[in-house]
């Protein structure tokens, strides 16, 4: 079974407005990353948070990190049509030298 | 710097042949990954190595078989591929152990269709 979910599968927002993906996962992480896939590409790594930290910037995007609930959020702000995407939450858990991912957000900035 | 480059890009296979899929990373990265995508299934993870002459099995390695002969390539071989093998291949590298929280450089993918 899938360490990390994600929440929504798919999402369609405007251009200029905010999205918001969830992830939840089951078993304790030594830390969280969030990756994007653009069509027919590879994943590239956008920004990763530790276990010991709850929030996290990096230019438009804003990740929270929740441990009690097992769960994060990626917020990217002021969406543009380039951030049309698949969207991965994905956990190092504790204890085990692997990295496991969620089945993804498909994001679609409508212009 | 070319990163990951996984060969080939494309691939089309009968049911019971061989291939091997090649991935090189010019990163002196101790740690490389296969990965499997399909659709609504995500990202799973066939075997891993830790560093050069190692491997390990991931979440789903039947069928698979990987060598880690020099640190800069990683091979997945499929002895005799099956129509369920059909998928898109990921390999991935980082440079330290992912717990201590490095992130992980991709491929662009390598799409196999076994008929």
């Known amino acids: 079974s899938q360490q990390g979910e994600e929440d929504p599968q798919a999402l369609s927002i405007q251009e200029g407005e905010n999205a918001t993906m969830n992830c939840s996962y089951k078993?304790?992480?030594?830390?969280l990353q969030w990756y994007r896939q653009n069509s027919g590409r590879g994943l590239v790594h956008l920004i990763l948070i530790r276990s010991n930290e709850r929030e996290k910037h990096s230019g438009r995007l804003r990740v929270t990190l929740d441990t009690s609930k097992k769960s994060s959020s990626l917020l990217i702000t002021a969406s543009r049509a380039a951030d049309t995407a698949s969207y991965f939450c994905a956990t190092v858990v504790r204890g085990i030298d692997k990295i496991i991912f969620g089945k993804g957000t498909r994001l679609h900035i409508l212009p | 710097n070319a990163g990951v480059t996984q060969t080939p890009k494309f691939r089309v296979l009968k049911t019971g042949q061989s291939m091997t899929l090649l991935c090189a990373q010019d990163m002196n990265h101790e740690y490389m990954y296969w990965y499997r995508q399909d659709p609504g299934m995500g990202l799973r993870l066939i075997h891993y190595s830790v560093g050069e002459g190692t491997t390990a099995k991931g979440e789903v390695p039947d069928g698979y078989n990987v060598s880690r002969l020099k640190k800069q390539n990683f091979l997945l071989g499929l002895e005799s591929a099956a129509p369920s093998q059909t998928s898109v291949y990921f390999c991935?590298?980082?440079?330290?152990?992912?717990?201590?929280?490095?992130?992980?450089?991709f491929g662009q993918g390598t799409r196999l269709t076994v008929v």
């Open positions: 078993t304790s992480i030594n830390n």
């Open positions: 991935a590298s980082s440079e330290l152990s992912l717990p201590v929280g490095t992130e992980a450089f």
